[in-house]
């Protein structure tokens, strides 16, 4: 299926599938490293096309918390990633990304969203955006797109409400990565004391050619699995296959860390 976000938001209808209330799972010891490396992830992770020039994807925001001695954190995002080109590969991090989400800090709560990109830049190569705390209880919707409307190098990330209305937009700059993969799914990082409900990641789609004049997402869902990760903590499995006709891109479930 292909289709345009005119105005940046579907054309077609999102259709919500409605949980019953669930508290978060209790939490337990678990080994996914610190803040900085060796995360856990449950996630779905495209590389079928040569490039993607932007993501989008509903996410249901659920109950998540990191308790004050957890270690590190969890959350719930997409990524838009360029493994390839070599000045990303030859950065810090060996990879450029632009990420957008909902993070759960020790002991803080409710979960912030966020954004952040990693470049292809000798400093300055990590940058975390941590926004307002979010709402449980309904779908948000993360957008992320390669910007061709001026100078080279800049990726669009916008977030949105169920009422349309734009919560956040943040720019990437100095970002000339040419993404080859798209992933979605749950980061874990610690030891400890992080649990998130159930959710669901739907609409998984992918732009088709960077944003210009017309200010339109182009894009074509995706209809196929990837290829997915559950490393128990954090677990992930579709619960609808995206390659079902109709299934706008899939239904991709996670949960941490019972």
């Avoid at 996630?43 to 998540?64: R, T």
């Avoid at 000798?122 to 919707?141: K, M």
Wanted: proline share 5%.
């Amino acid at each position: 299926m292909s289709g345009r976000i005119a105005r940046l938001w579907p054309a077609a209808a999102i259709f919500l599938f409605l949980l019953c209330t669930v508290k978060p799972l209790h939490a337990s010891n678990y080994s996914c490293g610190n803040p900085s490396v060796g995360h856990c992830y449950a996630d779905a992770v495209w590389k079928e096309k040569p490039q993607y020039f932007g993501a989008f994807s509903s996410i249901l925001q659920i109950g998540m918390n990191c308790s004050s001695n957890c270690g590190g954190f969890v959350n719930n995002e997409t990524w838009l990633v360029d493994y390839l080109s070599q000045a990303c590969v030859s950065n810090a991090f060996g990879a450029c990304w632009v990420e957008a989400g909902y993070h759960a800090f020790p002991g803080e709560g409710n979960p912030y969203y966020f954004w952040a990109d990693s470049r292809p830049l000798t400093s300055s190569t990590y940058n975390n955006h941590f926004l307002n705390q979010a709402d449980a209880a309904d779908f948000t919707h993360f957008m992320i797109i390669q910007d061709a409307r001026g100078a080279a190098g800049i990726y669009q990330v916008w977030i949105y409400n169920d009422t349309q209305s734009v919560l956040f937009n943040g720019t990437s700059t100095s970002n000339t990565m040419s993404a080859n993969t798209v992933i979605i799914g749950t980061e874990l990082a610690g030891t400890t004391g992080a649990s998130a409900a159930p959710s669901q990641f739907q609409m998984n789609i992918w732009a088709v050619k960077p944003l210009g004049s017309d200010y339109t997402f182009w894009y074509n869902t995706q209809v196929d699995k990837g290829s997915d990760t559950s490393q128990s903590p954090p677990t992930g499995s579709w619960l609808i296959d995206p390659s079902l006709a109709g299934s706008n891109g899939g239904i991709f479930t996670t949960s941490c860390c019972g």
